[in-house]
């Protein structure tokens, strides 16, 4: 079988990291490493304390830290798990089956019939209507197969094959944004399966609403300028 490796995302998570790793199930994986933006509330040391390999970034950003992970995973099958209390660790072996039948990249959705997003509960939904127009501009312009409704997620799996295809260079978060792109570009084969998003457990959201959204235009529009030249 395919090796398969999950790789952590964290940085400054000492209050949820050591709640949600414990729900990872056992036997999800061959190998559990860790790449880290540069902690410094013991995210590292906590991580350490659990037998984890952790890389460590030069440079802060979540982009970085993805091809950083594809890099450093053993296993050809990778799936990037940030243990901050947003993602369902029980969709893990799901993610991974997904890759196991063949399909180059495996999204974990909130937005699908059967999947529920943070802001579910609320009548106003800013950030739900934000991510959905980008998501449709991308299908439309990009996609030839099944509408993707979630292009943002970072919760996913991805062949090592498929990481190295895509070229992305994008260093902060509209990464997840940048991989759907390109993976809808190349023609690769996306599955999406649905998801419950959890609350984030104590800590800070690294993600503040308007730049991440400037930040999402401009590679939106980078991009249209790049097109199939990567
Ligand atoms: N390795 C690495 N991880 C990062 C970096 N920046 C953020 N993360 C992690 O990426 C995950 C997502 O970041 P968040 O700040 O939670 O963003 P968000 O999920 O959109 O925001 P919330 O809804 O507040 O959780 C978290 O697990 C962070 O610890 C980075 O530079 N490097
Ligand atoms: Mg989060």
């Known amino acids: 079988m395919t090796k398969r490796t999950i790789v952590l995302l964290t940085f400054n998570e000492i209050e949820a990291a050591p709640k949600v790793i ?13 790449v880290d933006g540069g902690s410094k509330d013991g995210t590292i040391d906590f991580l350490k304390s659990k037998g984890l390999r ?5 440079e ?5 830290a993805f091809r950083l992970g594809a890099q450093e995973a053993k296993g050809e099958h990778v799936v990037f798990y940030s243990p901050d209390g947003n993602e369902d660790a029980k969709d893990i072996p799901r993610l991974f089956a997904a890759l196991a039948e063949g399909y180059d990249m495996v999204i974990a959705s909130r937005m699908m019939k059967g999947a529920f997003n943070e ?3 609320h009548w106003w939904r800013p950030r739900k209507w934000v ?3 980008f998501t449709l501009a991308a299908n439309m312009l990009w996609n030839r197969g099944d ?3 979630d292009t943002i997620n970072g919760f996913r799996g991805v062949t090592k094959a498929a990481m190295t295809r895509m070229a992305t260079d994008e260093k902060g978060f509209p990464i997840e944004y940048q991989m759907s792109i390109r993976a809808m570009k190349l023609g690769l084969k996306i599955k999406e399966i649905p998801t ?5 457990v104590g800590g800070a959201s690294t993600a503040e609403s308007w730049p991440t959204g400037k930040r999402f235009v401009r590679k939106f529009l980078d991009e249209i300028a790049v097109g199939s030249s990567f």
């Open 196 to 200: 419950h998003e959890g609350q984030r």
């Open 119 to 121: 802001e579910d509960v």
């Open 60 to 64: 802060r950003g979540r982009g970085i």
């Open 54 to 58: 952790v890389v460590v970034q030069q």
């Open 22 to 34: 414990g729900t990872i199930p056992k036997d999800a994986a061959d190998e559990i490493i860790a």
């Open 147 to 149: 509408y993707v409704t």
């Open 131 to 133: 991510n959905q127009s």
